[in-house]
């Protein structure tokens, strides 16, 4: 029963109405208002959190569907949980307080309740726009330098490829890579994000994947001498052609696949002998493997964007209720740059 200092108000989510099978679809997903009390517990170390911004990353779409792996498929008439950037409203922590900005796992819902306070990261720099905390300077961020410093261990004057690279990782990766004077090429699926990547984030090349019949010729059109580093966003048919041109000592930084996530059977990949005659390196990894290592990374990442040494792409949309059409949007392409939905703004 709700005490006299208890306040309840409605909250609007967006809740998993079935799973999803194959591709994730707008009416698997439903918006609903529920009510939430914006008092925690007395006793609990829970907060409650007014939504700002929260972020469609091309895993929630797996996530949407029935795994059958405890704790990765979403709960049905849930509301879907994702990264996002929040004001602490009321607090049972102690290094949390009322007013405070966070960023972490939340709900795409007006307000959460949040028990596993462990996945929230307190925002001190805010002469940055907050939205950044769902992209650069949150879980893409964290991934694009692990993957490529980490994972890739890259070297000046290397040839680097990104796929999928005007996206939320992608486009940082590139721009890391021509900070360490390497030599950048990324693909992407429209004319515009081709230009973009050529004009605005400085690859020295770009292509548009699916105006080419023949990646592999792709490839060898724009590293004649082969790759040193393949940032895989996609997999398949273009891993396959990567294959084919990584020179020796190559490393393969696996960040994800997207082209294989909505598929009933995965593609095959033909060419992995070339691993062993190339002596090519390829890993996997999660962002959250180097979330231990954030205040490291805000360190090196911070100066870039105040000295406007890098930029960040975003694709803004307004309201939860337009959140599902933007995540969907996802695997066809229709983002351009880092996905991110305003939930409030205020
Ligand atoms: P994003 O900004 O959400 O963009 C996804 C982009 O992927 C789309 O805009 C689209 O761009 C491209 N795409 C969609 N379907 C495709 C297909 N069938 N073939 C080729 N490209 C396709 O993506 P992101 O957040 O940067 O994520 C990029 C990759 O990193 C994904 O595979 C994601 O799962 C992975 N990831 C991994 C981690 C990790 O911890 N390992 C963390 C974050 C992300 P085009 O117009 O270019 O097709």
Redesign the pocket.
Known sequence: MASDSEVVVNNKQVILKHFANGAPKESDLEVKTSSISLKVEPGSNAVIVKNLYVS????MGNRMKNLGIPGLSYTLESPLEAFGVARVVDSGHSELKTGDLVWGAVGWEEYSLINNTQSLFKIHHTDVPLSYYTGILG??GI?AWA?FYELAAPKKGENVYI????????QLVGQFAKLMGCYVVG????KE?VEILKNKLGFDDAFN??EEQDLNGALKRCFPEGIDIYFE??G?K?LDAVLQNMRNHGRITA?????Q?NLRQPEGVHNLMNIVFQRIQMK?????DYFHEYAKFLEVVLPLIREGKIIYLEDIVEGLENAPAALVG??????V???VVVVSKD
Do not use: E, H, W
Not at 163 to 170: F, P, T
Not at 255 to 259: P, Q
Not at 284 to 288: C, E, K, L, V
């Open positions: 469609c990353d091309p895993l879980m893409p991934t993957g796929s999928a690279a005007s996206g939320a990782v992608g693909s992407a699926g429209s994000k994947y699916k966003n996609v398949g273009m960040c994800g696949m997207i082209s996530y996997g990894f999660f962002a959250t996802l695997f066809s392409g229709r983002n740059g880092k996905q």
